[in-house]
Nanobody, 126 residues
Framework: QVDLVESGGGSVESGGSMKVSCAVAGYSGSNYCMGWIRQAPGGEPEGVAVIGSDGSTKYADSAKGRFIISQDKSKNTLYLQMNSLKPEDTAMYYC????????????????????WGQGTQVNASS
């Protein structure tokens, strides 16, 4: 089973930047999609950014021009660089991937996410 562990969350003032990371273990395949999903208190999950095994990326409209998703395959780590943060970016950020045996999945930005990490909280204060 794939194991995802996020880190790097915290609090930042509006307009600031933050980078969150996700350590990936338990999967060595060459074909996958991975990404970041966020959920604000009382809100629905929202796909933020996705990256494929070929390096292709997709972003939610709310993230375009401000967020950058990347991966370091040598370190088995996924990143999300967030710039120009706004109060509405405040949420729990989850790393997720389609690699897994779960029947249920959450489909967004072209990726059927089956495995999620525990999440890291990002707070952007006004």
């Amino acid at each position: 089973q794939v194991d995802l562990v996020e880190s790097g969350g915290g609090s930042v003032e509006s307009g600031g930047s933050m980078k969150v990371s996700c350590a990936v273990a338990g999967y060595s395949g060459s074909n996958y999609c991975m990404g970041w999903i966020r959920q604000a208190p009382g809100g629905e999950p929202e796909g933020v950014a996705v990256i494929g095994s070929d390096g292709s990326t997709k972003y939610a409209d709310s993230a375009k021009g401000r967020f950058i998703i990347s991966q370091d395959k040598s370190k088995n780590t996924l990143y999300l660089q967030m710039n120009s943060l706004k109060p509405e970016d405040t949420a729990m950020y989850y790393c997720a991937t389609d690699r897994g045996i779960n029947f249920d999945y959450y489909y967004t930005l072209g990726c059927p996410f089956r495995v999620w990490g525990q999440g890291t909280q990002v707070n952007a204060s006004s």
